[in-house]
């Protein structure tokens, strides 16, 4: 990136300059015309005695060197007037040195953005993969470590200074439940369960996902979970779906784009696989807390992890996990909101 030059506001010193400047320049003229007058003198008046001439002579002498003073007066307050111009005026030369010194810095490049370096332009080559792509922040991103450092940085500041920390938010037996169509039991399917899932009402908690012929449960209480964290917590989701899944589940949760903005983490961001890391968090490693019900994705951050109580609403989820009793669903009942897992887990992160 090329350095943006700004002139200075001019001091008050500067200001007074350009003011005697514009005085001196009408004492001038005013002087000068007086001298022609003098010299040309007036025809309408009468010829007057030597004496006169003589004190004529003098007093146009006198203007003359007052002008002459003046002159020099002005010439030396021009001169110091150019010299604060020279000064609160940006030299070209010294921008282009400063362009020359930013792009000099390279390498190492700070990231890329559509494979180029965003400070100098330089095309992406093949020594100079390292860093992370941020993908989920935008498409073609990739940061290298010195600016991940310093972006954490930035950011950690800015939480500390709204007393805020970072929460990781899983999905799939976290916040919601889900299950494919064709995996829907008989028992659900006498209920009618498909039939009551809908998109269209907004403060439901059942829904199908049409494009990926999917059911969505919400966990109960959630919506009350995440505003009220959102006070406490800048927010992440970060899920093993895939992203197309984790962008409709954000946007059942979040309709209105407030919790999480672009921060939907996928497993296509994923640096290993079956492994989840900070290292896709923009945020300090020292302020995060996971949200998660499955441990052995988080090897590398299980200081960081709360583990939570797994939901289970559909059929297909007891059986995927082995258990052999009937589903909320099959039941018709579901977790309490008040003084369930969620409700829980807020109030241990409220007392942190």
């Known amino acids: 990136m090329s350095l943006a030059a700004e002139s200075p506001s001019p001091s008050p010193s500067s200001s007074s300059g350009s003011d005697d400047f514009a005085a001196l320049l009408d004492a001038?003229?005013?002087?000068?015309?007086?001298?022609d007058s003098a010299s040309v003198g007036d025809?309408?008046?009468?010829?007057t005695s030597s004496d006169d001439e003589e004190d004529d002579d003098e007093d146009v002498v006198a203007d003359v060197e007052t002008v002459e003073q003046s002159s020099a007066k002005r010439r030396k307050v021009k001169v110091q007037y150019q010299d604060r111009e020279t000064a609160i005026r940006?030299?070209?030369?010294?921008?282009?040195?400063s362009e020359d010194a930013q792009i000099k810095i390279c390498p190492p490049h700070p990231g890329y953005f559509g494979g180029l370096c965003f400070r100098c332009g330089k095309r992406q080559d093949e020594e100079d993969v390292p860093g992370v792509a941020f993908?989920?922040?935008?498409?073609?991103?990739?940061?290298?470590?010195?600016?991940?450092?310093?972006l954490r940085g930035s950011d950690l500041k800015n939480l500390l200074r709204e007393r805020k920390l970072i929460l990781i938010l899983d999905l799939d037996h976290t916040l919601i439940n889900s299950?494919?169509?064709h995996d829907i039991s008989a028992a659900e399917n006498n209920l009618g369960i498909q039939t009551a899932a809908s998109k269209d009402d907004p403060n439901g908690s059942l829904f199908t996902l049409e494009g990926m012929q999917m059911l969505t449960k919400l966990r109960p209480f959630v919506r009350k979970f995440l505003k009220e964290a959102s006070n406490m917590f800048e927010m992440y989701i970060y899920t093993m779906g895939d992203k197309a899944y984790a962008i409709e589940i954000a946007k059942l949760l979040d309709p209105r784009n407030v919790y999480f903005n672009s921060k939907v983490i996928s497993n296509s961001d994923c640096t290993q696989r079956h492994q989840k890391g900070l290292d896709m968090v923009l945020g300090a490693e020292s302020v995060a807390v996971i949200l998660d019900d499955t441990e052995y994705v988080w090897q590398k951050h299980k200081e960081n992890l709360i583990l939570m109580e797994r939901y289970h609403y559909f059929a297909s989820s007891c059986r995927q996990f082995g258990f052999s009793v009937k589903s909320l669903s099959e039941f018709m009942q579901d977790e309490r909101g008040s003084d369930g897992a969620l409700a829980t887990i807020l109030d241990v992160l409220k007392r942190c």
């Open 135 to 150: 993908g989920y922040v935008h498409k073609g991103l990739r940061l290298g470590t010195t600016e991940i450092d310093r």
């Open 179 to 181: 299950t494919k169509l």
């Open 43 to 47: 025809p309408s008046t009468s010829p």
């Open 28 to 35: 001038e003229l005013d002087l000068a015309s007086a001298v």
């Open 90 to 97: 940006p030299d070209e030369d010294s921008i282009g040195s």
